[in-house]
């Protein structure tokens, strides 16, 4: 098979050049007209600088933000601290103040003679000095030391309010043998008590009715008055004052008395009333027959007898110093008839071991000097 002419291979085609492209034509730009009678290069310029003075929106969001937060901790926290509120500048909790020493007497004066107080550390921060009232007096160059004391057991018992012979308790007790070379006595006299301001003030004492010369203290029936009791859901005063004594010791010895005066705590008492067959009372005939054989002078009447006055007891009982006394009026019948004087008020207690005297203007009680017979 006769084969064709062999075909010559295709010369590659040359890559046609390309038309390089036309320019574009720039367009001049737009001048923008101005307002009437402005310049256009005027009108350009203020719409550059009013581009300059646009923000971001997110920059203006966060700004806002920031200055709300500002005014809050301004209102809430800032203004309540210069205000003085609830947020009030305090010192910090935790920090503890440390004590510090207490203020002491730098140094104690023994006559004229002084010597080195004492001195605490500040573990003792609450430590107070409180001088004492205790007063001490030597009288010396005596010729009778018992007698000078009886005469001073006499003038203290003679004060208003008076003090009274009491033992070791501060109880009522005797006075003692002042002609012995060596003794002791003791008197005391309470310091009054101020009452509580919200304490509501004591019910005056009732006297007994007029037939209780019936349970006079012969027929055995107890006499001494009894407190009404406190009226439901009333309490005690929280804060009970402490009761004190003004509290007189008086030492002799031959040609010397020391006398030691100071306030303690404590409260003069009478002693219970005795009871049983040895105990013996004072009715009211009794306690006017005792008044009408005393002096005058040793009531604070005038006169050598009482055969001058009319004494009067009253009907009951009233307590003094816790002890139940008859009541006695004295009348001078040295007068008009008819027309007799009021010359004082007594009361006996109804064991007749104490005498009292009332003050007709003030009321007062002032015990007297008295030696039961």
Not at 41 to 61: I, N, R
Not at 181 to 209: D, F, H, I, K, T
């Amino acid at each position: 098979m006769a084969l064709g002419k062999a075909k010559e291979p295709k010369q590659p085609k040359a890559p046609k050049e390309k038309k390089p492209k036309k320019p574009k034509k720039e367009k001049p730009p737009k001048v923008k007209k101005g307002k009437k009678g402005q310049p256009a290069s005027e009108a350009e310029g203020q719409e550059q600088e009013q581009g300059k003075k646009k923000l971001p929106l997110p920059f203006l969001l966060i700004s806002i933000a920031v200055i709300i937060a500002a005014a809050a901790i301004v209102i809430f926290v800032v203004l309540p601290k210069l205000q003085g509120g609830e947020g009030d500048m305090a010192p910090d909790a935790s920090e503890s103040v440390e004590p510090l020493p207490p203020e002491l007497p730098e140094t104690i004066m023994i006559g004229e003679t002084s010597i080195a107080g004492m001195t605490l550390e500040a573990d003792e921060s609450g430590a107070l000095a409180e001088k004492s009232k205790l007063v001490i007096y030597r009288y010396t160059n005596l010729v009778n030391a018992g007698k000078a004391a009886e005469t001073y057991v006499g003038q203290l018992a003679a004060e208003s309010p008076a003090f009274s012979v009491v033992d070791e308790e501060f109880v009522r007790t005797d006075r003692p043998d002042f002609t012995a070379q060596e003794g002791m006595v003791l008197m005391a006299r309470n310091v009054p008590m101020e009452a509580p301001a919200a304490a509501s003030a004591a019910p005056e004492e009732s006297s007994q009715p007029e037939d209780a010369e019936s349970a006079d203290p012969e027929a055995g029936g107890d006499t001494r008055e009894t407190a009404s009791p406190a009226p439901e859901g009333s309490e005690a005063p929280a804060d009970q004052p402490t009761p004190m004594v003004l509290s007189v010791r008086i030492e002799w010895a031959p040609g010397i008395c020391v006398v030691t005066a100071n306030e303690e705590e404590g409260q003069v008492t009478s002693p219970p009333p005795s009871v049983g067959p040895s105990s013996h009372t004072v009715t009211q005939r009794g306690a006017k027959q005792i008044l009408q054989e005393m002096e005058p002078a040793r009531l604070g009447l005038v006169g050598a007898s009482m055969d001058e006055y009319e004494v009067m007891p009253v009907d009951g009982t009233e307590l003094v110093d816790d002890r139940p006394c008859i009541r006695l009026y004295v009348y001078s019948d040295n007068n008009q008839p008819n027309s007799n004087e009021f010359m004082g008020s007594y009361l006996m207690s109804v064991d007749g071991e104490h005498l009292y005297k009332v003050d007709p203007v003030t009321d007062e009680i002032k015990e007297l000097d008295y030696t039961p017979q």
